[in-house]
């Protein structure tokens, strides 16, 4: 079956520090990839997705690309905040009616 | 709008305890889901429901009943709480089931002692 695998960290960075956190998948087809994001005490939310071999997803400074010659979806930020203090999910789905397929997330703790 | 809620947001219960955790959209979504969240193991599904009036077991749905009372509710049950039960339980919406973005509740969190 599907399945999402990331590192799961923790990850411990400075403030102004340069951030990547890899996701790889394995899946039939072609899944659209997510990433979640998920706050102290709150539930997830979505940060940036990608339907598409090659797309780029992009908000709030995170960037990640669709990469299907390497099953990839790297999380990566040139600067990363305290604000940006959480735990990450890598996450797939396909158009077909499958549902959503989580990686274990990843814990980032920025320091000032 | 509120989005997707979830009631309670903490309980405790002892084993052999039976409770029901309930969640709404007002999203006017068609699918909707519960999710256990352990830790190092991501999400889980537990439950789904893809539009009003069915449900389907998800990977983890052992101990567990759900019921999609309309469009808005979906609600998960627990008949004879475990040990094995404690988590954090989400919610969560989506237009439909094909691959499309899920929306989340702020979840509740359950001990059984």
């Known amino acids: 079956g599907d399945s999402v695998t990331q590192m799961e960290g923790p990850v411990t960075l400075s403030e102004e520090a340069c951030l990547t956190i890899?996701?790889?998948?394995?899946?039939?087809?072609?899944?659209?990839l997510f990433w979640y994001v998920q706050y102290p005490g709150e539930g997830l939310q979505l940060l940036l997705k990608?339907?598409?071999?090659?797309d780029k997803g992009s908000n709030k400074g995170f960037e990640a690309t669709y990469r299907k010659e390497t099953t990839s979806f790297h999380l990566e930020k040139g600067s990363v905040q305290v604000s940006d203090s959480a735990v990450y999910f890598c996450?797939?789905?396909?158009?077909?009616?499958?549902?959503?397929?989580f990686g274990p997330g990843t814990r980032l703790s920025v320091l000032p | 709008n509120a989005g997707v809620t979830q009631t309670p947001k903490f309980q405790v219960l002892k084993t052999g305890q039976s409770m029901t955790l309930q969640c709404a959209q007002d999203?006017?979504?068609?699918?909707m889901y519960w999710y256990r969240q352990d830790p190092g193991m991501g999400l889980r599904l537990i439950y789904y429901?893809?539009?009003?009036?069915?449900?389907d077991k998800g990977e983890v749905p052992n101990g567990y009943n759900v019921s999609r009372l309309n469009k808005r509710e979906f609600s998960l049950r627990l008949e004879s709480a475990a040990p094995s039960q404690t988590s954090v339980y989400f919610c969560?919406?989506?237009?439909?089931?094909?691959?499309?973005?899920?929306?989340f509740g702020p979840g509740t969190r359950l001990t059984v002692l």
């Open positions: 969560a919406s989506s237009e439909s089931v094909a691959g499309v973005t899920q929306y």
């Open positions: 890899n996701c790889t998948y394995t899946a039939t087809g072609y899944p659209s």
């Open positions: 990608a339907t598409k071999a090659d």
């Open positions: 996450a797939l789905t396909h158009n077909y009616g499958q549902n959503f397929v």
């Open positions: 999203m006017n979504h068609n699918s």
């Open positions: 429901s893809a539009s009003e009036g069915t449900t």
